[in-house]
């Protein structure tokens, strides 16, 4: 997990315990093949907050990669300015945000948008978790095979494309 710069992860206090394996200001989302974000009111007021953590929703929504939220974790994305033209669920308290964030709203278990997962309460976590797992399993073979096309043909990556190999454009 990503934590703040005395490496502390953000947590609830309920929670159980976050080791965090970077620290949020030196955290790239080139590190990471998924984001996810859990709930929890205080949590999300503070991180919105955070100008680096806002930084790396950003850059994860900008860059295409999976993104999951339940609860109040969808704050962080408003703050992202990520939710223009997206459909989610939250905690009923963000609908007025998402909206004017540029989303939609919907009272729903699940409602996944490309990419992006998200959930409303503790009590979706079933269905959430099945669907997040069904998500990142797809992403992990549509990345697998990028990279498999990427070796077959290498003139499609810049590196090495038809200059690297003594062609011409």
Known sequence: GVGTPRRRCETPRRGGKCHATA??????????????????AANAAKLRTNADAVKF?????????????????????VEADALRGRTITSWPSLQTDVKNAGGAWVDKAIQPDQKLLTSRKPDDLPGF????????????AKRRLAQRVGRTFP???????PRALGGHD
């Open 23 to 40: 620290q949020g200001s030196r955290a790239s989302d080139r590190d990471f093949a998924a984001l996810g974000r859990p709930g929890g």
């Open 155 to 161: 003139g499609g990556h810049p590196a090495l494309g």
């Open 57 to 77: 929703v950003r850059e994860f929504m900008e860059w295409d990669k999976p993104v999951a939220a339940i609860c109040h974790g969808p704050r962080l994305l």
């Open 129 to 140: 978790c099945a669907n997040l797992v069904e998500m990142l399993e797809s992403a992990t």
